[in-house]
């Protein structure tokens, strides 16, 4: 009996790894910004080598992350995609679990404000965004309120008078994440005692600079409960990096292309999604400019579109050599006739890295370089 119970045990222990070396499928999740180049790398690989297209599901960038932290076995993800870098704590969920991800860059992309060809057109800066999309924003006295803004000229006077009604992405999104840090944070640096905010350090200084905002000190206590300390930067990230949620901003869920049929049909909305998506619908939407750059990809390529972000693919080491082709489909991804200058993920809207980055993430996914922070 004793002989049974303990192989029972040894069989359940081996169970995953067995099973993971049974599937012949590359599985992989995450971001819907990501979702439409690593479906045509799959497509390409799946034509061009012996192995099976790989699997992709775009699940959101946070939703990706939580099934790829998950653990090791043929239940869990071999990749997931992201359009923004892993968090500190989401990798330390990974290394909890036995996942030990590689880290591989794949390009960068730009987050664009769009509405419907008919629709008026937008010249928008940061700030503006900021004021309109923002829970909390000065009033009069230069204390945060509750947003009072109902329509976009309310926010600027050159602005339409049309209601504020914008489509995006859920906060298991890594694009809703990348435009409240580089659009609403970006827009709230320009309010300069919130600006002075996020430079300060912790002191009586400070908090007196929290108490002329109107900041309650429950948010610096929740900090310190968190981190153990508390900077300037962290209380203007709680403040800047919070969208309103009384209908102005309506979660259009992780299907950046329902959100762009959306906005065919309700002219008065705008949408935010990424660069791609208006580059492969530009006849039926167009891009409002944002501190006076047009969302184009020589301007993001250049880094003068403000509103733009780096996309990833995160490889779990520990199923490379049990799925078959991991190495080869990260081979495809990272090969110049893919993502280089010339490569036919540019015709997706994908902008390049510069070639001394690609090489650099390239070797590092060919060692399956371990991610460290």
Known sequence: ??????????????APAAQAANRDTINIVGSSTVYPFATVVAEQFGKTTSFNTPKIESTGSGGGMKLF???????TPDLTNASRRIKKSELDKCNANGVTPVEVKVGYDGIVVANAKSAPEYKLTRKDLY?????????????????PHKTWKDVNAALPAAPIKVLGPPPSSGTRDAFEELALGGGAKKVEDLKTLRGMKDGDEMKAMMAKLGIDMAVYDDVMKKKGKVKGKDIFKKVAYHIREDGAYIEAGENDNLIVQKLEKDTGALGVFGFSFLDTNADKIKGASIDEKAPTFDNIADGSYPVSRPLYTYVKKEHVGKIPGIQEYLAEFTSDKAWGDEGYLIEKGMIPMPKAEREQFKADAEALKPLTM
């Open 69 to 75: 932290c998950a653990g090791v076995g043929v239940d």
């Open 1 to 14: 009996m004793k002989k049974l119970i303990l192989a029972a045990a040894i069989a359940a222990v081996a």
């Open 131 to 147: 004021m309109a999309l923002a829970a909390n924003i000065p009033g009069p006295d230069g204390k945060l309120i509750e947003n």
